[in-house]
């Protein structure tokens, strides 16, 4: 997930300027972009594309690819290059089928998801380097962060930890990954 503007921005403050498109029907997340000091707009994802036309917003999250396919960047035609969020999916299988399935039926099911998880993220961020590419030749303006931007960044999702934890993710959950995320940045160093 990139931002794409109308104008340039760098900083968080520079955002807090603009509309932002939000989901329709995730009002977790629009209360989180007002506590933080953002101007969340409520869209369809349909009205995105006249939302930029007309002035209704001036930034839209969005993947790469998905502003290639939906024209985002003819209207907002700044990129700041940061990979802000991942988008995640699911496989939800109901306990009851789970559990009519042989050990080896689950297992199998395991090791397929596993590979098609890899193979898709390979993908993705393929897709979205060539997306990249293909608006950079249309005019897309791609605004490079710097460590410094990046720690800004970070101060700001950090912020917004107390209202994810138990709320949109559960605790033990947020802690888990808060917990090996710190384990692979200081393996990483």
Wanted: glycine share 6%.
């Amino acid at each position: 997930m990139r931002f794409f503007s109308r104008e340039p921005a760098l900083r968080p403050a520079d955002y807090r300027r603009m509309k932002v498109f939000a989901w329709a029907g995730d009002n977790p997340q629009v209360e989180i972009m007002k506590t933080l000091g953002y101007q969340p707009v409520v869209l369809e994802i349909s009205d995105i594309l006249p939302g930029l036309q007309t002035g209704m917003i001036n930034m839209v999250p969005s993947t790469p690819f998905y502003a290639l396919i939906g024209q985002f960047y003819n209207h907002a035609p700044y990129m700041l290059d940061m990979n802000w969020v991942p988008i995640v999916g699911a496989v939800v299988i109901t306990r009851k089928a789970w559990d009519a399935m042989t050990p080896s039926g689950q297992k199998a099911l395991r090791q397929a998801g596993d590979a098609a998880g890899v193979e898709l993220r390979a993908l993705s961020r393929r897709e979205n380097e060539e997306s990249v590419e293909a608006m950079k030749k249309r005019g897309l303006k791609v605004q490079p962060v710097t460590p410094e931007l990046e720690a800004e960044w970070r101060k700001v999702a950090e912020h917004a930890y107390p209202m994810i934890r138990g709320n949109m993710v559960p605790a033990e959950l947020f802690d888990e990954v808060q917990r090996l995320l710190k384990e692979y940045r200081a393996q990483a160093r």
